[in-house]
């Protein structure tokens, strides 16, 4: 980072796993970094304590009822409050800010998202559904206005740092690595009656309850492959899945040549965060370090798509595009949000979203009116299947 500057960060959803990872990595570089916003849905609480300790200029509730909450606890340190959905799409223009870290959970990250890039910010991505639902416009935007997409996922920042010195060398391949979740290895017979408790047990990370469900169903991995498609500008065919247990190795890139790189580490979503924050230079950490000895062995096989039919219907979506990969968001956060609060099994997550995507009309070159109406639509008949439990 040149000279003494401190960058200014606007963390939306700080309240949330990747945001409070993100603090702790402010934390430890305050002479390189100031928390400039914070934001949060519904956590009043946490947002509170993390103001009075990182005391940023502005926070926003988006929850109004939270906002006299809010406002009567940081008032008297001299924080601006705000609340509601317009005001975090204003406060991420502020001229103050150097860089946003989007860490929103699903569509929610879309719109403040563009105003952001509108207002010429750097974008640090954690929220992997902006590309999905509207790569296209998203990248378009970010052309225009000359603004930098840092990828956060573990997977795109591997991409991202194996492709650091080679942006002139062109991708044969790009191979995200998954580590196949809780149910790795099971059947549809026995996913028929697995339980929300034992969904949300991930083997390797630590993760909200939507992308940690999302990762036992393999559409988050089905959502990286659409995000790489406009992080790294590859086709559908050039994407490759591989399920590696043991997450040390996060993801590779195969060039012309037939050489593969690969970024490797023990599972810390604080290492990409700092890595997207203070880009191009690397930061001194305490992270724990990987060792070889305790992992004699890494191993990869092939996702099974037949069980784990999410991730197909994603590439599928990929290759369909227009507005099939909205529809397939949309549909997943409704049958996610179904299936934590016990309306729908855990295989009728994929019958929601392929219905879904079988009812909604396709449209080859959305505009963003064209999302929202699509998004809208999707939730609509998603939630009329898990309510009356159509799917079967």
Same mark, same amino acid.
């Given at each position: 980072?040149?000279?003494? *500057? ?33 934001? $949060?849905?519904?956590?009043?609480? !946490?947002? /509170? ?38 005001? !975090? ?20 990250? !879309? ?14 991505? $954690? ?101 790489? *498609? ?45 890595? $997207?924050? +203070? ?5 001194? +950490? ?6 070889? +000895?305790?992992?004699? +062995? ?10 784990f039919v999410n991730l197909a219907l994603a590439f599928k979506a990929l290759e369909q595009g227009g507005n099939v990969p909205c529809i397939i968001n949309a549909a997943n956060e409704v049958a996610v949000a179904a299936? !934590?609060?016990? @309306?729908?099994?855990?295989?009728? /997550? ?16 959305? @505009? ?25």
């Amino acid at each position: 980072m040149t000279g003494n *500057k401190k960058r200014h960060i606007a963390i939306l959803g700080s309240t949330g796993s990747i945001g409070t990872q993100a603090l702790e990595v402010i934390a430890t570089n305050r002479e390189q970094f100031e928390v400039e916003v914070l934001t $949060a849905q519904n956590n009043a609480d !946490l947002l /509170i304590e993390q103001s009075i300790v990182f005391q940023p200029n502005t926070v926003v509730i988006c929850n109004d009822k939270l906002y006299d909450k809010v406002f009567a606890a940081l008032d008297p340190h001299g924080i601006k409050v705000y609340s509601g959905i317009q005001s !975090l799409n204003s406060v991420v223009q502020m001229e103050s800010i150097d860089i946003v870290l989007t860490a929103l959970v699903g569509y929610a990250g !879309l719109q403040p998202t563009i105003k952001a890039i509108q207002a010429g910010k750097p974008i640090a991505l $954690a929220n992997k559904e902006t590309l999905v639902v509207a790569g296209e416009l998203i990248t378009s935007l970010a052309a225009r206005y000359g603004v930098n997409i840092y990828p956060v996922d573990s997977e795109h920042s591997a991409i991202f740092q194996c492709l650091v010195g080679e942006f002139h060398n062109l991708i044969e391949k790009i191979i995200l690595t998954a580590s196949g979740g809780p149910f790795r290895g099971k059947n549809k017979e026995f996913l028929k009656t697995v339980t929300k408790a034992q969904a949300l047990k991930h083997p390797n990370w630590a993760m909200g309850a939507k992308i940690t469900i999302d990762s036992a169903t393999l559409m988050n991995k089905g959502l990286e492959v659409i995000e790489a *498609k406009w992080l790294f500008n590859v086709r559908a065919e050039q994407i490759e899945v591989v399920v590696h247990p043991q997450s040390i190795i996060h993801s590779m890139v195969q060039f012309e040549d037939g050489s593969i790189k690969a970024q490797m580490g023990l599972p810390d979503m604080r290492i990409p965060i700092q890595f $997207a924050l +203070s880009y191009p230079q690397r930061l001194k +950490s305490d992270f724990p370090r990987f060792d070889f +000895s305790k992992y004699p +062995s890494l191993t990869f096989e092939k996702p099974d798509t037949e069980t784990f039919v999410n991730l197909a219907l994603a590439f599928k979506a990929l290759e369909q595009g227009g507005n099939v990969p909205c529809i397939i968001n949309a549909a997943n956060e409704v049958a996610v949000a179904a299936f !934590l609060q016990d @309306q729908i099994g855990f295989l009728e /997550i994929s019958d929601v979203i392929a219905s879904c995507m079988a009812k909604i009309p396709y449209l080859a070159n959305p @505009q963003y009116e064209d999302y929202v109406n699509t998004d809208v639509e999707t939730r609509k008949i998603a939630a009329a299947m898990t309510d009356l439990k159509t799917v079967k």
